[in-house]
T-cell receptor, first 113, second 113 residues
Framework: AQSVSQHNHHVILSEAASLELGCNYS??????LFWYVQYPGQHLQLLLK??????LVKGIKGFEAEFIKSKFSFNLRKPSVQWSDTAEYFC???????????FGAGTRLTVKP | EADIYQTPRYLVIGTGKKITLECSQT?????MYWYQQDPGMELHLIHY???????EKGDLSSESTVSRIRTEHFPLTLESARPSHTSQYLC????????????FGPGTRLTVL
């Protein structure tokens, strides 16, 4: 079965710092890739998704992610974080052929004002 | 964006009680899911449904059951709750079964004493 790894469990940054959260997956077939965000006390929300085409995808709130097929990676980036970005971030990978969605364990981001 | 509703949001019950967690969506999505979410862990799929009268077990062994009598409604039932069932339960639905973009409800936090 495929798996999704998020290497950082907890990241602490100051406002205006740049962010990169790692995500790697283990499936070799066609995949659809997602990043979800869960703000404190709120439900999981879709941040961005990749299906095909340009491997650099832009999402809401200034986030972007790059799909690197050769590295099985889909890292999330933001050039300048804000205090309001404090949340938990989940990477998810859907196997297109068998419609099997897997989530990473999440990365908790704390942004200090 | 799908509208997914879950009730109750919080539930504290004693061991041995029967409970039903409600989940409804208003977008007409055929595929729906139940996940269990624990801190620092990936989301674990416990049940899913392709549509009315379809229910399947997910990867995580669960003593719960689900039903899908109407497209919009996907309740989860625990016949006899135990402390090991203490967790956050998330309901989701998918607008595109192939690519599987999932939208989540706010969750039910269950505590079994």
């Amino acid at each position: 079965a495929q798996s999704v790894s998020q290497h950082n469990h907890h990241v602490i940054l100051s406002e205006a710092a740049s962010l990169e959260l790692g995500c790697n997956y283990s499936y070799g077939g066609t995949v659809n890739l997602f990043w979800y965000v869960q703000y404190p006390g709120q439900h999981l929300q879709l941040l961005l998704k990749y299906f095909s085409g340009d491997p650099l995808v832009k999402g809401i709130k200034g986030f972007e992610a790059e799909f690197i097929k050769s590295k099985f990676s889909f890292n999330l980036r933001k050039p300048s974080v804000q205090w309001s970005d404090t949340a938990e971030y989940f990477c998810a990978v859907n196997s297109y052929n068998n419609n099997d969605m897997r989530f990473g364990a999440g990365t908790r981001l704390t942004v200090k004002p | 964006e799908a509208d997914i509703y879950q009730t109750p949001r919080y539930l504290v019950i004693g061991t041995g009680k029967k409970i039903t967690l409600e989940c409804s969506q208003t977008m007409g999505h055929d595929k729906m899911y139940w996940y269990q979410q624990d801190p620092g862990m990936e989301l674990h799929l416990i049940h899913y449904s392709y549509g009315v009268n379809s229910t399947e077990k997910g990867d995580l062994s669960s003593e719960s059951t689900v039903s899908r009598i109407r497209t919009e409604h996907f309740p989860l039932t625990l016949e006899s709750a135990r402390p090991s069932h203490t967790s956050q339960y998330l309901c989701a639905s998918s607008e595109d079964p192939a690519r599987n973009t999932q939208y989540f409800g706010p969750g039910t936090r269950l505590t079994v004493l």
